[in-house]
């Protein structure tokens, strides 16, 4: 069965970085573009980035552009997102989302169970 | 970037009772494959958000059959027929048109 394993979460002090990882197995990783999503504490789901199957495009919110940046090894079935100069308001549970499509966005039919980053000092 | 909008923001229903939500976009979800890039899922309480409904009325494998999409363009609504205690939680709206992908608000259903 499909499966997508966040982990990397954690606290960690503004300004610096985090690395989070998404493990997938169940299913042919390379074949699908895959998303980060985060919802902050009590608040609604905020789209992230998203990368194709082949990790030719990446795309990101604007709220992150320049500071996150996703990544994938198919070799690992692993989707990665590399989080620099960490803001108070980038704690939220992160999930990693299978998009049905290969290039292109169109619906995330599976979800990892979410970690949890917390930026404080 | 297109703007989602819900309502109502909650949704008190009575079990076997309907209940519908609405999803409005600030620009039509219709591609040039005459798709509506329109998705709703739901997010029970403590768990991760799960696919039901996907381009606007098809209704994802493993969704029950209570649980019903429609809707073009600008406009959509959820629909659960018979509404039972497992449904409660947040349901959103999302575009998958274009990106920045967006997220309506969010509504939260629970039982009366």
């Known amino acids: 069965q499909v499966q997508l394993v966040e982990s990397g979460g954690g606290v960690v002090q503004p300004g610096r970085s985090l690395r989070l990882s998404c493990a997938a197995s169940g299913f042919t990783f390379s074949s699908y573009a895959m998303h980060w999503v985060r919802q902050a504490p009590g608040k609604g789901l905020e789209w992230m980035a998203v990368?194709?199957?082949?990790?030719?495009?990446?795309y990101h919110a604007e709220s992150v552009k320049g500071r996150f940046s996703i990544s994938r090894d198919n070799s690992k079935n692993t989707l990665y997102l590399q989080m620099n100069s960490l803001r108070a308001e980038d704690t939220a549970v992160y999930y990693c989302?299978?998009?049905?499509?290969?290039?292109?966005?169109?619906?995330?039919?599976?979800w990892g169970q979410g970690t949890l980053v917390t930026v404080s000092s | 970037e297109i703007v989602m909008t819900q309502s109502p923001l909650s949704l008190p229903v009575t079990p076997g009772e309907s209940a519908s939500i609405s999803c409005r976009s600030s620009?039509?979800?219709?591609?040039?494959?005459?798709?509506?890039?329109l998705d709703w899922y739901l997010q029970r309480p403590g768990q991760s958000p799960q696919l039901l409904i996907y381009?606007?009325?098809n209704r994802a494998t493993g969704a029950p059959d209570r649980f019903s999409g429609r809707g073009s363009g600008t406009d959509f609504t959820l629909t659960i027929t018979r509404v039972e205690a497992e449904d409660v939680g947040v349901y959103y709206c999302m575009q998958g048109l274009q990106t920045p992908l967006t997220f309506g608000g969010g509504t939260k259903v629970e039982i009366k």
């Open positions: 381009l606007a009325s």
């Open positions: 620009r039509s979800l219709v591609d040039s494959n005459g798709y509506s890039y």
């Open positions: 990368i194709w199957y082949d990790g030719s495009e990446k």
């Open positions: 989302a299978r998009d049905f499509s290969r290039t292109r966005c169109s619906y995330f039919d599976y």
